[in-house]
């Protein structure tokens, strides 16, 4: 298998300069899908210098708004045009699957469109008023410069939409870094750029691993901002050696998301069912390795039983295998790694005295199931409790917990009790208490009887541990600009403060 050229510098694809090259694995059974390019710190170098001319001298931050967006809706039509493609590589890389991918191409497509039309309905600046009709005053956007993005393994190509959409409507240049593990439709989007009409050295890519190029684009010196989504620890070190040059940080670092299932939902067979197959979809989708997974499931203590049973009942029902295979409702985890930290977290639950109600184990092998693969079993745990590590922490797996509670206050307080504060759920029949609820939680996004919809429009983010700033949304292409204000004396005259 021949090696791509998957480091873009200055508009030309190039192989990494000191030769590198790594091996993309398929999870479902681990061969090699591809050999990529695998950059260093020099390349990140090259790419940063090429972004930084790009800014400073190029035309793209000067491009009339009209045109950027333009190239904008250009790269959406790409994004549809080769949708199957990039579906399948979505699928293949990471393991979700295949309409999964084909549903990320249409979300990232309507991320482009968003931005396009957001800079496009922007008026020219907020005049302020300076109380004095001589002096007009205006605050402005400008482009915040070069931006180093660095993404995850889960959503790679929704990942990077997030973060390229908003900088190139912003008049930005950037360097990205996708995740060793899954970089194949992060560079097929920067080919999409290059096609639509992106002037050579304002989209630029370096694969590589995040010890190396990831940690050069957080410190390097010439890069304006550095957008990170990924785990708390990485984070943490990307926010430190950004802070020795100062420079704009947005941080997304996941969640241990709640969800927070009041009796009066089940009060009929449809809301308990609804109720529990939001559940399976809150915890299982993507084998549950989504930062806003509903991996905590808090219930209300009289309709627990029987909930749980139903939900471990349905986990074991649903369909595990190859990701690009008919009927297949669930793909493996992404690394032989993950699939460890997974059997390790259930085996620490198991330990502290959590009750398996359905999957804790691989599965057996089968045809669309190769044992090779990264496989693990959709996994129930009961009478969970705050004090275990499994509650806690992220899990990234397919892993739910179970927790009672009796109280509306017991409830709010249980799903407030975390580091992380992304995103959470209300189900009640009770629209008064689930709005009530939802205004104490504090996460930076709450569905009322729903589970895991994100809109375009709607900022994504978190507080706490979870991060800093937030992705799209009016808030999400602020991240990409600097504000300006300009005071102007339209009638100047001495001042006379100093008597000389």
Same mark, same amino acid.
């Given at each position: 298998? &021949?090696?791509?050229?998957?480091?873009?510098? @200055?508009?030309?694809?190039?192989?990494?300069? +000191?030769?590198?090259?790594?091996?993309?694995?398929?999870?479902?059974?681990?061969?090699?899908?591809?050999?990529?390019?695998?950059?260093?710190?020099?390349?990140?170098?090259?790419?940063?210098?090429?972004?930084?001319?790009?800014?400073?001298?190029?035309?793209?931050?000067?491009?009339?708004?009209?045109?950027?967006?333009?190239?904008?809706?250009?790269?959406?039509?790409?994004?549809?045009?080769?949708?199957?493609?990039?579906?399948?590589?979505?699928?293949?890389?990471?393991?979700?699957?295949?309409?999964?991918?084909?549903?990320?191409?249409?979300?990232?497509?309507?991320?482009?469109?968003?931005?396009?039309? =957001?800079?496009?309905?922007?008026?020219?600046?907020?005049?302020?008023?300076? @109380?004095?009709?001589?002096?007009?005053?205006?605050?402005?956007?400008?482009?915040?410069?070069?931006?180093?993005?660095? $993404?995850?393994?889960?959503?790679?190509?929704?990942? +990077?939409?997030?973060?390229?959409?908003?900088?190139? +409507?912003?008049?930005? $240049?950037?360097?990205?870094?996708?995740?060793?593990?899954?970089?194949?439709?992060?560079?097929?989007?920067?080919?999409?750029?290059?096609?639509?009409?992106?002037?050579?050295?304002?989209?630029?890519?370096?694969?590589?691993?995040?010890?190396?190029?990831?940690?050069?684009?957080? *410190?390097?010196?010439?890069?304006?901002?550095?957008?990170?989504?990924?785990?708390?620890?990485?984070?943490?070190?990307?926010?430190?050696?950004?802070?020795?040059?100062?420079?704009?940080?947005?941080? *997304?670092?996941?969640?241990?998301?709640?969800?927070?299932?009041?009796?009066?939902?089940?009060?009929?067979?449809?809301?308990?069912?609804?109720?529990?197959?939001?559940?399976?979809?809150?915890?299982?989708?993507?084998?549950?390795?989504?930062?806003?997974?509903?991996?905590?499931?808090? %219930?209300?203590?009289?309709?627990?039983?029987?909930?749980?049973?139903?939900?471990?009942?349905?986990?074991?029902?649903?369909?595990?295998?190859?990701?690009?295979?008919?009927?297949?409702?669930?793909?493996?985890?992404?690394?032989?790694?993950? =699939?460890?930290?997974?059997?390790?977290?259930?085996?620490?639950?198991? +330990?502290?005295?959590?009750?398996?109600?359905?999957?804790?184990?691989?599965? *057996?092998?089968?045809?669309?199931?190769?044992?090779?693969?990264?496989?693990?079993?959709? $996994? %129930?745990?009961?009478?969970?409790?705050?004090?275990?590590?499994?509650?806690?922490?992220?899990?990234?797996?397919?892993?739910?917990?179970?927790?009672?509670?009796?109280?509306?206050?017991?409830?709010?307080?249980?799903?407030?009790?975390?580091?992380?504060?992304?995103?959470?759920?209300?189900? &009640?029949?009770?629209?008064?208490?689930?709005?009530?609820?939802?205004?104490?939680?504090?996460?930076?996004?709450?569905?009322?009887?729903?589970?895991?919809?994100?809109?375009?429009?709607?900022?994504?983010?978190?507080?706490?541990?979870?991060?800093?700033?937030?992705?799209?949304?009016?808030?999400? =292409?602020?991240?990409?600009? *600097?504000?300006?204000? %300009?005071?102007?004396?339209?009638?100047?005259?001495?001042?006379?403060?100093?008597?000389?």
């Amino acid at each position: 298998m &021949s090696v791509r050229e998957t480091i873009s510098v @200055g508009g030309q694809w190039r192989a990494a300069a +000191a030769g590198g090259t790594r091996a993309i694995l398929d999870p479902a059974d681990a061969w090699t899908l591809a050999v990529v390019a695998e950059g260093d710190a020099e390349d990140t170098d090259a790419a940063v210098a090429a972004a930084r001319r790009a800014f400073d001298e190029g035309p793209w931050p000067r491009t009339a708004t009209a045109e950027r967006a333009a190239v904008l809706r250009r790269i959406a039509d790409l994004l549809q045009r080769d949708r199957e493609e990039i579906a399948e590589w979505e699928s293949r890389d990471t393991g979700k699957t295949l309409e999964e991918g084909r549903v990320d191409v249409d979300d990232v497509t309507s991320a482009f469109r968003y931005f396009a039309d =957001l800079v496009m309905n922007e008026s020219g600046g907020r005049v302020v008023d300076a @109380g004095d009709p001589e002096v007009h005053s205006i605050v402005v956007h400008e482009s915040v410069g070069v931006c180093a993005m660095i $993404t995850p393994w889960n959503y790679p190509l929704l990942q +990077a939409s997030w973060k390229v959409a908003p900088a190139l +409507a912003a008049g930005d $240049t950037f360097v990205i870094k996708p995740s060793e593990l899954t970089p194949m439709s992060t560079v097929h989007l920067v080919k999409l750029a290059h096609e639509a009409g992106v002037p050579a050295g304002v989209a630029n890519i370096v694969t590589g691993a995040g010890a190396t190029v990831g940690a050069r684009l957080s *410190e390097h010196p010439d890069v304006d901002l550095v957008s990170f989504t990924g785990g708390l620890v990485s984070g943490t070190k990307v926010a430190q050696a950004a802070a020795a040059s100062v420079k704009k940080v947005a941080l *997304e670092l996941g969640g241990k998301n709640p969800n927070v299932v009041f009796a009066d939902a089940c009060a009929t067979e449809e809301g308990f069912d609804t109720a529990v197959d939001q559940a399976l979809n809150a915890a299982f989708i993507h084998s549950g390795q989504v930062c806003s997974a509903g991996a905590r499931l808090i %219930v209300e203590e009289p309709v627990r039983e029987r909930f749980v049973a139903e939900l471990a009942r349905r986990a074991g029902r649903i369909r595990l295998g190859r990701g690009t295979e008919d009927g297949v409702e669930c793909g493996p985890l992404v690394s032989q790694q993950q =699939l460890e930290k997974t059997e390790a977290y259930v085996a620490s639950a198991r +330990a502290e005295g959590a009750v398996v109600r359905a999957g804790g184990a691989r599965p *057996e092998p089968s045809e669309v199931r190769p044992e090779s693969g990264y496989f693990y079993s959709p $996994t %129930v745990l009961d009478d969970c409790h705050r004090g275990m590590k499994v509650v806690r922490e992220e899990t990234f797996g397919p892993i739910v917990t179970v927790e009672g509670f009796t109280t509306e206050d017991e409830a709010v307080s249980l799903a407030n009790d975390t580091e992380y504060g992304l995103a959470g759920a209300v189900f &009640s029949g009770d629209t008064a208490r689930a709005r009530r609820v939802a205004a104490r939680l504090r996460h930076g996004t709450i569905w009322i009887n729903d589970f895991h919809p994100y809109l375009p429009q709607a900022e994504w983010g978190g507080f706490g541990k979870s991060g800093v700033g937030r992705e799209l949304g009016p808030s999400g =292409l602020d991240e990409y600009r *600097e504000t300006k204000h %300009v005071y102007e004396n339209l009638r100047p005259s001495p001042v006379r403060w100093f008597a000389g």
